[in-house]
């Protein structure tokens, strides 16, 4: 019976279905275990990556934590010469002041001096009356002597008597007259001697004076540094930026014609291996890092000159609580005036650029224990109490390469403090 069965067709046809359909079979099997061999090996290169990018990433933080502490730095000492600076200037003011005063003692001296010149002068021309009127008198005295030389009778006593007064009342006004010259010679060498102290300071101050100039200049030399080096942060911190959104996953020799070949064998297994051959878009991984769309825009607006028209234009657009500006020209520089939620936003374009947030408050203890916690907060801004227009004001520096949006940025979180209680 079993020689029959072995020898009948349709049992050796089905046999060596068998036999084929496990080979298939066993084929399957060898190439799966083959897939799953290779996507493990591709998955620990992905985890070896990823922690390689993890590392990458710490570096890059801990780097711009440095430079963000460097920029702190660079700001403090930046807002510390703009102190310097203005008290300079203020220096500058007072020698000013002082030189205006000494010009016009100076010149009060000089009138001084001339007007006792003069006074010296009609006292000369009054000596010189005066020897006149007793050489007349001396002639008269002559008239009364005879032919003799002898004195004559009484109008000979009367004329000596009437000559002894004069004598005397003119010795005793030539003597006052001496003395008050004597007193004017020394008044007079006073103001010389006040003069030339006056000349002396003058010329003092005039070196002082240049000597402020000169330290201005280096300042301003200082300052344009620090912009500069500003400049040079802002750079480094973009080019960061920049690299680490432009970290992609490395090509390790996959694609999807070789996905594609892989056959599909519906099995349980494959539900933990990640599906390479369908047409959904690649699994990019982001480990954590978030993709912003406006980051380009940032960066190509870093470098763009800020001014009161570039950002007026941008709060219009982006503010969504806008409400009204102006921009206002001053001796300093441009100005926009700009109210936003009801609070007063004040921007100077200058050298350096400054603003000030303001908003109406009446003063109180509470107030005062605020604007005292806000400055120890904040050291970069100062916040102070105007008790003539009762407003309370926060006011500091920001750099004209900045970006728009980062400066709005800064200035909304000073704005933030006073909703503080």
Request: net charge negative; with cysteine.
């Given at each position: 019976m079993i020689n029959e069965a072995n020898q009948d067709p349709l049992y050796r046809d089905l046999n060596e279905i068998y036999q084929e359909r496990e080979k298939l079979f066993q084929?399957?099997?060898?190439?799966?275990?083959?897939?799953?061999?290779?996507?493990?090996?591709?998955?620990?290169?992905?985890?070896?990556?990823?922690?390689?990018?993890?590392?990458?990433?710490?570096?890059?933080?801990?780097?711009?934590?440095?430079?963000?502490?460097?920029?702190?730095?660079?700001?403090?000492?930046?807002?510390?010469?703009?102190?310097e600076r203005k008290q300079l200037e203020r220096d500058k003011e007072e020698l000013n002041k002082k030189e205006k005063e000494f010009e016009t003692a100076k010149d009060s001296m000089e009138v001084r001096y001339q007007v006792q010149i003069e006074k010296a002068k009609n006292m000369e021309i009054q000596a010189k009356q005066s020897k006149e009127t007793f050489e007349h008198k001396l002639d008269m005295l002559?008239?009364?002597?005879?032919?003799?030389?002898?004195?004559?009778?009484?109008?000979?006593?009367?004329?000596?008597?009437?000559?002894?007064?004069?004598?005397?009342?003119?010795?005793?006004?030539?003597?006052?007259?001496?003395?008050?010259?004597?007193?004017?010679?020394?008044?007079?060498?006073?103001?010389?001697?006040?003069?030339?102290?006056?000349?002396?300071?003058?010329?003092?101050?005039?070196?002082?004076?240049?000597?402020?100039?000169?330290?201005?200049?280096?300042?301003?030399?200082?300052?344009?540094?620090?912009?500069?080096?500003?400049?040079?942060?802002?750079?480094?911190?973009?080019?960061?930026?920049?690299?680490?959104?432009?970290?992609?996953?490395?090509?390790?020799?996959?694609?999807e014609e070789e996905e594609e070949d892989v056959p599909n064998f519906g099995t349980n297994e494959e539900e933990d291996v990640p599906n390479f051959g369908t047409k959904e878009k690649p699994y990019v991984p982001t480990f954590g890092r978030k993709q912003e769309s406006n980051e380009s825009e940032r960066k190509s607006a870093v470098f763009e000159e800020?001014?009161?028209?570039?950002?007026?234009?941008?709060?219009?657009?982006?503010?969504?609580?806008?409400?009204?500006?102006?921009?206002?020209?001053?001796?300093?520089?441009?100005?926009?005036?700009?109210?936003?939620?009801?609070?007063?936003?004040?921007?100077?374009?200058?050298?350096?650029?400054?603003?000030?947030?303001?908003?109406?408050?009446?003063?109180?203890?509470?107030?005062?224990?605020?604007?005292?916690?806000?400055?120890?907060q904040h050291p970069g801004v100062k916040f102070y109490y105007d008790e003539q227009e009762h407003r309370v004001y926060a006011s500091g520096y920001f750099s004209n390469t900045m970006a728009p949006d980062c400066l709005m940025e800064k200035v909304h979180e000073v704005s933030d403090c006073f909703r503080q209680k």
């Open positions: 084929q399957r099997e060898r190439d799966y275990l083959e897939q799953k061999k290779t996507l493990n090996n591709l998955l620990e290169s992905i985890k070896q990556e990823k922690e390689t990018l993890n590392q990458k990433g710490q570096e890059l933080k801990k780097q711009q934590e440095e430079l963000h502490k460097e920029e702190q730095n660079q700001q403090t000492w930046y807002q510390q010469l703009c102190e002559g008239l009364v002597l005879d032919a003799d030389g002898k004195p004559g009778g009484e109008a000979t006593k009367f004329f000596e008597s009437l000559l002894g007064g004069m004598n005397k009342w003119n010795e005793e006004e030539l003597q006052s007259l001496e003395e008050e010259n004597k007193a004017y010679e020394k008044e007079s060498r006073n103001l010389k001697e006040e003069l030339e102290e006056l000349n002396k300071k003058s010329k003092q101050i005039e070196e002082e004076n240049n000597q402020l100039q000169s330290e201005k200049e280096s300042l301003s030399e200082e300052i344009k540094r620090i912009e500069a080096e500003k400049n040079r942060l802002l750079t480094l911190v973009s080019s960061i930026s920049q690299s680490k959104e432009e970290e992609a996953i490395p090509n390790f020799g996959t694609n800020l001014t009161a028209s570039v950002l007026n234009r941008y709060l219009v657009k982006n503010e969504p609580k806008y409400i009204s500006s102006e921009i206002k020209h001053s001796e300093e520089g441009e100005q926009l005036h700009v109210n936003i939620n009801n609070l007063d936003y004040v921007f100077l374009f200058s050298s350096p650029a400054a603003f000030d947030i303001s908003v109406p408050k009446k003063k109180s203890r509470a107030l005062d224990k605020l604007l005292v916690r806000l400055n120890t």
